[in-house]
């Protein structure tokens, strides 16, 4: 198989552990030579056909090709080109939720023999290229061996977080008219089962009464809890697996056909699939995990995301893998049997990188420094966060406490849609600010735009802030929306047409810092999740006593950002506890845990403009607890409806 593979020459790897001077001359070739920087980074990956085009874009039409005739298979470049250096080498540590469970390792070598097998498994139950297949895992090998599995024989992976509820997998496997499911008996989290093999069960019927039928269903044994079988539907991954061929020869894959499907929320409708390419996201996973964590062979690298969400598909699974880097993946959760676990797991496994969310970070800080200390963390080399805007407390105290004052913390901004991060520190090129995301990576152009689209300049000494935009195309980005492009671009390109927006607002300090300060559209940021509040309306509206429903986000000193409800009953419910219970267990059903409220306010109104149109900036306020500053309420169809809003909240 080797031979087949186009020996392109390693080059330019060099731009890893830069100095800041090199960091900004590198950056500023990316910008002004795009297609020389590209080509010295393409040796990063095996092709079987080495590209010739780099970068051919268009966002005016929306038109994105990255590498387009290059030829590659995403698996071999994650597992057979390690297997083969070195079959020894350790791909995965896994650490399981119970912390007296033994934990498994996985060498390249195995990890590809487990994935060629998955792969026969699938091409069995007659999955073909481009079929798309929903996974529903647990935190397990198993779930990056499916991922890899599809991406060896051309199929098309969507992976849904296993916190999702049976409404939600129901919608992708519906949106994706997937007829393939990966999943597992039951996971394991804090010492409670999660049932995603009934939850499975449910999606399918729904799926099925909404015309999409779930040919095959193949599930692994994990906890070996009780589970139903559909007879030649469901099949056990085991026993698939002792008939079928220990080898399977990789999909040679157009560098543009899709990789995977993710489903991320926006601010309005349902869920978006967003796609990813394959050989561009593959390339910038890569690059980005080698250079933002500075990874060096042999060491041990933690990202504590679910695999179900974009930061397990680039930092647990697609960055690391294809680096031939050694992944802890880690089934549990922080505060689980106590709130040292990750001290714990750090100690235990000798982690070197780390990586998580402020959010964690916060939860854990509540108890003070002991639990820290308790453990020796002196393996660690690298700190990093992802997934919302990190308060400068927090991260002090990851410094200070985790880091013992010395170790540096890449604060990485990026999105589903980005594949990879985008503005980010270099660990020892760039000297630190506490809370800000630093300096954009290679390739990448961020620009602050006024609501109406101008373009706000900056110059060094002063400082601006406005919607964060992104001028040029990267290889990772996103090329579209999954059977809807024009969704795409109007979601992405129109606002500010010809460029993408991010939904993110920024400001840039007189150092030419950015620091990005949160959506500044209909989305909330709930522990780094992405839920659109009119998702939240539209779960609450479903049950049968509510007659209108406003979400609006507000700040959590936990969470970053919790989810507010207000709700108007149907004439002549009564408002009561039972009822509020009632709505969130509704939310709960409807998409999932994640996503429900933490404060339902039964109001007899909600304030509206004589025009009919809620005014969710007092919303926003009263959530806030901000009754002083709610600006005009003039055009207001019933301004005394506020002051009711105002009397429900204080009774709160
Ligand atoms: C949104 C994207 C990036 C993978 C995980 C989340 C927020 C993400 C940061 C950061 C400030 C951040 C943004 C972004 N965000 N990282 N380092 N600093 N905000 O991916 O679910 O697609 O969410 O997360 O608001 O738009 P996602």
Known sequence: MSETIHPVTQAALAITRTTAEQYQAAHARSLADPDGFWRDQIGRLDWYRAPTVMGNWSWDPVDIKWFEDGVINASWNCLDRWAEADHTRTAIIWEAD????????????ELRDEVTRMANALVALGVDKGDRVTIYMPMIP????????????????SVVFGGFSAESLAGRIEDAQSRFIITADEGRRGGKPIPLKAIAD??????????????????????????????DRDHWWHEIRAEVPATCTPEPMNAEDPLFILYTSGSTGKPKGVLHSTAGYLLWANLTFETVFDYRAGEIFWCTADVGWVTGHSYIVYGPLSAGATVLMFEGVPSWPANDRFWQVIDKHKVNIFYTAPTALRAIMRDGDEPVNRHDLSSLRLLGTVGEPINPEAWNWYHRVVGKGQLPIVDTWWQTETGGALITPLPGATPLKAGSASWPFFGIEPALVEADGSLIAWTPGTEISGNLVLLRSWPGQARTVFGDHERFTQTYFTAYRGRYFTGDGARRDADGYWWITGRVDDVINVSGHRMGTAEVESALVAHPDVAEAAVVGFPHDIKGQGIYAYVTLNAGVEASDALAAALKATVRAEIGGIAVPDHIHLTPALPKTRSGKIMRRILRKIAENEFGALGDTSTLADPTVVDALIEGRLNR
């Open 142 to 157: 198993e779930a990056a061996m499916a991922m890899l599995a599809c991406a060896r024989i051309g199929a098309v992976h």
């Open 98 to 109: 119970d912390p007296k469970a033994k934990t498994r390792r996985l060498s390249y070598a």
């Open 202 to 231: 449910e999606a399918c019927d729904k799926a099925e009464a909404a015309g999409v039928n779930v040919e095959a269903m193949l599930v692994i044994r994990h906890t070996g809890g009780a589970i139903s079988m559909v007879e």
